[in-house]
C-alpha cells in the first residue's frame, strides 16, 4: 500500500515538500545543538525541561486522544466510527513519534535514552513511560495497517488483530498516566505535588485528541472525496464538549485547594502563572489566553446548534487545541519550575533553536500523518466511489 502515497496531485507535493524544507531547517539547528549542547536553548540549572518536554507532554496527551474512537468502536460497535477509528489510530502514531523524538533532542546526547533499555530501573517512571510510549505505538502500527490491508482486500482483519485492540484501550490510558507520574512523583515540586494530576492530563487529552481529529476530518472532507461522516464528527463533538467540563472542572478544583490551604509552596506557582510573582510575568498573557480559550470554545460546544454548526465547531475545535496546548504544553512545565524549591524566579523563554527544532519535529509528525492518511483515504476513496482521493 505504499505506492499509495506516491500518488498525488500538485498541491499535495507542494504540502509534502514544504514539510522537508521545515524539517531540513530543524535538522540544522539541531546538529547546532549536538556540537555545542543544550547551553544554546532557554534552559538554566531552575528550569531543566523546557519547550521539548512541554511538547512531548502535550502530544502524549493527543496520542491517547484516539482511544475516544477505539474504545466506543471496538467495545461497543459503534457503527458510526467506523471510517475515522483507523484515522485516530494513525494520528496516535504520528504523534508518539514526535513525543520520542522529543525526547531524544531533550537529552543532548540522543544514545542516552537506550539506558532505560539497556539497564532498566523498575522504580523510575521514565523506564515506564518509555516502555509504554514504545508499545502503544507498536500495538497502533499494527492494528491500523492489518485493518486498513483487510478493508483495502475486502476481507476481515485478522482474529489475532482483536486481543492487540483490547490491549492498545488500557495502554491509551497508561501512556498519559505514566508521563503525569514522571511530575507529580517529585515531592520538591509543590505545583506537580498533586493526585488530581493524572485526571486532568486525560481530561485535556480527550478534550484536545478529538478536537485535532475533528479539525483533520472537516480538513480531509474538504480536499479529498472521502467524508468521514457528519453523525461520527457530531459524537466526537460531545466527546470534545464532556472532556472539556471536566478538565476545566479539575482546573477549578487545583485553584480552590491551593489558595484554600494557601500553603506558599502551592501558592506562588499560581501567582506567577495567572498574576505574576516578583515582578516576573512573562507567561501571564499566555495562561490568561488559555482560559479565555476554554471558555469561549465551552460556550461554543454547550450550544447544541452551535455545536453542530461546522463552521462554530470547527472554530470551537481550534479554541480547545490552543486553550489545552498553552495550558500542558507551556503553563504545566515552565509552572512547575518556576519559582524554584527556594522560591527563585527564574523565568524560561524558549531560544531560536528550541523553536526551529520543535517545527523540524512537528513537520516531521505532520509529514508521516499525511503519508499515512493519504494511504488510508486512498483505500477508503476507492473502496467507496471508486476514486482515488
Known amino acids: 500500500m505504499l505506492e499509495l502515497a506516491l500518488k498525488g496531485n500538485r498541491s499535495y507535493w507542494i504540502w509534502m515538500t514544504g514539510l522537508l524544507a521545515v524539517m531540513g531547517i530543524g535538522g540544522f539547528f539541531y546538529l547546532d ?47 458510526a466510527f467506523g471510517k475515522i477509528t483507523i484515522l485516530g489510530e494513525f494520528l496516535a502514531v504520528a504523534a508518539i513519534i514526535m513525543c520520542l523524538s522529543y525526547l ?74 505514566m508521563t503525569a507520574f514522571i511530575y507529580c512523583g517529585l515531592p520538591g515540586r509543590g505545583f506537580w505535588l498533586t493526585a488530581i494530576l493524572a485526571p486532568r492530563f486525560l481530561a485535556s487529552a480527550f478534550a484536545s485528541g478529538p478536537a485535532l481529529l475533528i479539525i483533520l476530518c472537516m480538513v480531509i472532507r474538504k480536499l479529498t472525496f472521502f467524508d468521514p461522516g457528519k453523525k461520527a464528527i457530531n459524537s466526537l463533538s460531545l466527546i470534545v464538549t464532556y472532556a472539556l467540563i471536566t478538565n476545566i472542572f479539575f482546573l477549578v478544583c487545583e485553584i480552590f485547594v491551593v489558595f484554600y490551604s494557601n500553603i506558599p509552596g502551592h501558592v506562588d506557582h499560581f501567582k506567577y502563572l495567572y498574576a505574576g510573582l516578583q515582578g516576573y510575568n512573562a507567561l501571564v498573557p499566555w495562561m490568561w489566553s488559555s482560559i479565555a480559550f476554554m471558555s469561549a470554545a465551552l460556550c461554543l460546544l454547550m450550544i447544541p446548534s452551535l455545536r453542530k454548526n461546522e463552521i462554530t465547531l470547527f472554530l470551537a475545535c481550534i479554541f480547545v487545541f490552543c486553550g489545552t496546548w498553552i495550558d500542558k504544553g507551556l503553563g504545566m512545565i515552565s509552572g512547575g519550575f518556576i519559582p524554584s524549591p527556594l522560591h527563585h524566579v527564574t523565568e524560561y523563554m524558549p531560544s531560536l533553536h528550541e523553536l526551529a527544532i520543535s517545527a523540524g519535529v512537528t513537520a516531521m509528525g505532520m509529514f508521516i500523518l499525511t503519508l499515512l492518511y493519504k494511504i488510508t483515504i486512498s483505500v477508503k476513496a476507492y473502496n467507496h466511489t471508486g476514486r482515488l482521493a
Not at 540549572?45 to 486522544?65: I, K, N, P
Not at 523506564?127 to 476481515?156: K, M, Q
Request: hydrophobic content about 50%; overall charge neutral.
Open 33 to 79: 545543538q549536538l556540537e555545542h549542547g543544550l547551553m544554546v536553548t532557554g534552559q538554566s540549572r531552575d528550569v531543566s525541561w523546557g519547550f521539548y518536554t512541554a511538547q512531548m507532554t502535550f502530544f502524549v496527551g493527543v496520542a491517547a486522544g484516539g482511544v475516544m474512537l477505539v474504545l466506543p468502536y471496538y467495545l461497543h460497535d459503534y457503527k
Open 104 to 177: 531524544l533532542i531533550h537529552l543532548g546526547q540522543p544514545m542516552r535514552a537506550l539506558n532505560i533499555f539497556f539497564y532498566p530501573t523498575p522504580w523510575s517512571m521514565l523506564f515506564w513511560d518509555g516502555n509504554v510510549l514504545s508499545v502503544y505505538l507498536i500495538l497502533n502500527i499494527i492494528i491500523g495497517w492489518n485493518v486498513l490491508e483487510a478493508e483495502r482486500n475486502s476481507t476481515l482483519p485478522p482474529k489475532w488483530i482483536k486481543p492487540l485492540i483490547w490491549l492498545s484501550i488500557p495502554m491509551a490510558f497508561s501512556i498519559h498516566t
